[in-house]
């Protein structure tokens, strides 16, 4: 009942929000925003009148939110402005007696200036209908000489403009996140922001259950010549979920807004690789839609693995050598249709379902030979076949109310359902290549949620800016796994010693939150906000009840920026919630690799994190400079803890534990040069001191357990265009070591070059990339250790590569002025999985309870 009610307070207080939104002195009725540079004492005192009314020419409907600016004609500077209302109409009032013209503007319509505008003491000068024309047949005539920004830095978010990166093409969103600053993305896929992975991904701000099981398996279902930007929010406000306690990750797809037919082909073929892309759009009048589809294979992916370790058990070392020959195969797909609708001018939803399909299989053969102290050595092969499939359906519904600019209302709907499966298979042989015994492990998962969340925003006077909303998220993820071993006559039946059963986990949540911005005449930004969430959870196993418990945290955020003479400074605190995902949670026994076991645990709690930033940025002629210093303290971490098995010869077990304390303090260092319109290049570096200490319980003895050091790593980019449609691009990374609470992760790096040749107008184009050229194959070598035990693993990966790509593009479109579009559900919560490499087979964990 306690709940219910708590859920039922927190979603009603957002539908009757529009109702108590009217503030003392708003009225309710606030003025539109002033164009900027025109509000504050700029504004001219008098009480004279400007009005007037603005219409389509072809159509003679008025265009709500044209803009309006009111120049004074002596001084040529800003006085006034405003924007037109519904029906496109406007007015400008307490103006001073004087001379001056007004400029009227929207996109898709050609500029009108009216000019020799005079202005009497107390006059009221109704202007009359003013008419603007499409700007639709200049679009073929256009030029652009000039490049957008490749980086561009908000308040509390960096763009990275993915859509001029010519060396996407056939590539997925992996490819594309290596290069945006702040980020790192290891060969598996792992993103980590500021060395934390404890992030979430968004995709056009929309969750899904399939990031939430895995995002290195998500990325490589998102094509890259689809994503227009990618945002790192790094200090969200408190409208995001309190989820991640890194940052948030948002990847922006390509979208339009124009009229008529479209379809964008693309393809690519590579030596690893191959995708297929289709992508169409119609829109007529007040309905447009979407359709597409995304399919890429992968092959030819060749790893090879040496691992060495030793365990002490009862004080009896035993020494282990493994050697590994292993390869993966793969088919991603991803597809989508949409559909958005105009109920009214100032009223709009949208719906769409997508549909991601996964099929990713891994073969691996292992030889092992075990030497224990006082007996013989034994040898053993073991050959495995892993496969993880998933298929992953969103469907939303979303609607958006608004009232005039900055005032708006939102109700988003989300349905999410994930069906997983990660099973192995493992035929074991001796040391004479015979047949001994074979093994099976199956994990059959489903994760489903249902989300609903209502946002409002009003405007107060002219520089602030109020919103507030609640959200409710039901999920319910099951898990069915188990463990056989062949019988003689070829079946298989369950091993009595390894766990086996079902985990059923629900987790509710109820939030509300609150957030205040604050602009000042001097251009001084003041955003602070308060949320709070309350989890419900239910969790059980075939064991019995999981005693995890419910709880609730409230979560500030606090971000402040001041520009002056090209330079902003930014300020940022927030704390963030990470709440474990099922891999970390699943009982389930993945011993893919006797050698390597992996098991969750049930009984995690979150871990709470305090992020602090002090950023600097600078634009210097055609150098834009960006320096940010943070500090991130995690209480409660959620860390992986290895020991030596008591059953298994040699083997160690990886588990879960809220052990730890974490301390991370550092610098993100990035600049790039726009050396000519058509040239520009950058360079980037992140480094940070790590600190992680935590404590864990070994046969009954409490043992302390710590690590520090430093993490670097680095990269630079560079890209022109030249005549005749031809372009190039060039970009490497490095990676260094990475500090783990037991020892450390080996580092890695990345290059890629490529060139491109637009033709037909721009409609078609070829493209050429290779990467990691120069070399076969490069190691990652990682070692753990701690009194009972030291592992060193060392992975080879030959990932050299090249791929040709081609693209054309059907259709005829002609600009429809944009409306704002209904907003969607945005569910940035749930740790993802990644992190340690495996030196076998990929888990055969679940799906993540989101």
Known sequence: MNKLFLASIIILATFVSPAIAQFPGAGGTAQPKALPGTAGDQTPKGNAKLSGAIVDSSSAKGIEFASIALYNKATGQAVDGTVADEKGKFTLSKLAAGDYKVLISFIGFVNKTIDNIAIGKGQELYLGVITLSSNTKTLNEVTVTGQAALIEEKVDRLVYNAEKDITAKGGDATDIL????????????????????????????????????????????????????????????AKYDAEGSGGIINIITKKNSLQGLNLNVDSGIGNRGSILSLNGGYRKGKAGFTIGGFGRGMYNTITKTNLEQTSIVDNVSTVTRQTGDGSSRGLFGNYNLGFDYDLA????????????????????????????????????????????????????????????????????????????????????????????????????????????????????????????????????????????????????????????????????????????????????????????????????????????????????????????????????????????????????????????????????????????????????????????????????AISQVRQPSDTLEGAIITTYENIGKQHAYGVNIFANVAATSKISFGIFSNMYYATLTGQTLEKGVTRKLE???????????????????????????????????????????????????????????????????????????????????????????????????????????????????????????????????QSGPAPAGGGTPR
């Open 178 to 237: 290596r290069k945006v600053p702040l980020l790192t993305v290891d060969l598996d896929g792992n993103v980590s922001l500021r060395g934390s992975q404890n992030i979430r991904v968004l995709v056009n701000n929309k969750p899904s259950t399939i990031i939430a099981n895995s995002v290195a398996d998500a990325l490589k279902q998102i094509p890259a010549d689809q994503i227009k930007t990618v945002e790192v929010i790094t200090s969200p406000s």
């Open 345 to 636: 001018k100032n009223q709009s939803i949208t719906a769409g379902v997508r549909y991601g399909v996964r099929n990713f299989r891994s073969q691996q053969d292992l030889m092992t030979r075990i030497m224990k102290t006082g007996e013989m050595d034994f040898n053993t092969a073991r050959n495995v076949d892993a496969k993880n499939l998933s298929g992953t359906i969103d469907a939303n519904i979303d609607y958006l109310h608004t009232f005039k600019p900055q005032q708006e209302w939102s109700i988003s709907t989300l349905y999410s359902r994930n069906d997983l499966t990660n099973d192995f298979d493992a035929d074991i042989l001796n040391g004479s290549s015979e047949l001994v015994n074979r093994q099976r492990n199956l994990n059959k998962s489903i994760n489903q949620e249902f989300t609903f969340q209502s946002d409002y925003q009003t405007p107060i006077k002219k520089n602030q800016l109020l919103e507030f909303g609640g959200k409710a998220i039901f999920r319910e993820v099951t898990s069915a796994y188990n463990f056989l071993i062949a019988e003689p006559t070829g079946d298989f039946r369950p091993e009595l010693d390894q766990p086996a059963g079902d985990l059923t986990y629900h987790q509710n949540i109820a939030a509300g939150y609150s957030s205040y911005t604050y602009t000042t005449k001097k251009r001084y930004t003041f955003k602070g906000g308060l949320r709070y969430e309350h989890t419900f959870i239910d969790a059980s196993t075939n064991e019995g009840t999981v005693g995890v418990g419910n709880y609730g945290v409230l979560v500030p955020s606090v971000n402040a920026s001041k520009t002056f003479k090209g330079t902003t400074l930014k300020l940022g605190y927030n704390r963030r919630i990470q709440r474990p995902g099922l891999q970390q949670l699943n009982p389930n026994f993945n011993s893919a690799n006797p050698q390597n076991i992996t098991i969750g645990n049930p009984e995690l709690r979150p871990e709470l994190t305090n992020n602090f930033e002090l950023g600097v940025s600078k634009n210097i002629k055609k150098t834009f400079v960006n320096a940010t210093f943070f500090g991130r303290v995690t209480n409660n």
């Open 707 to 837: 690590n520090t050091g430093f993490v670097v790593s680095g990269g630079l980019f560079s890209q022109a265009t030249f005549k005749n449609g031809w372009g190039a691009q060039a970009f490497g990374f490095m990676q260094g070591n990475t500090v783990q609470l037991q020892g450390y992760q080996g580092g890695f790096g990345f290059y890629t070059v490529g060139v491109k040749k637009e033709f037909a107008d721009k409609k078609a184009s070829v493209g050429l990339a290779a990467e990691n050229f120069l070399s076969r194959r490069f190691k990652m070598h990682t070692e753990l250790k701690s009194q009972e035990f030291n592992q060193v693993n060392d992975i080879y990966m030959y990932n050299r590569g090249i791929r040709l790509t081609f693209t054309y593009k059907i259709g005829k479109m002609t600009m429809d002025a944009p409306k704002r579009k209904a907003k969607s559900v945005n569910n940035d919560d749930v740790k993802s999985e990644g992190g340690g490499q």
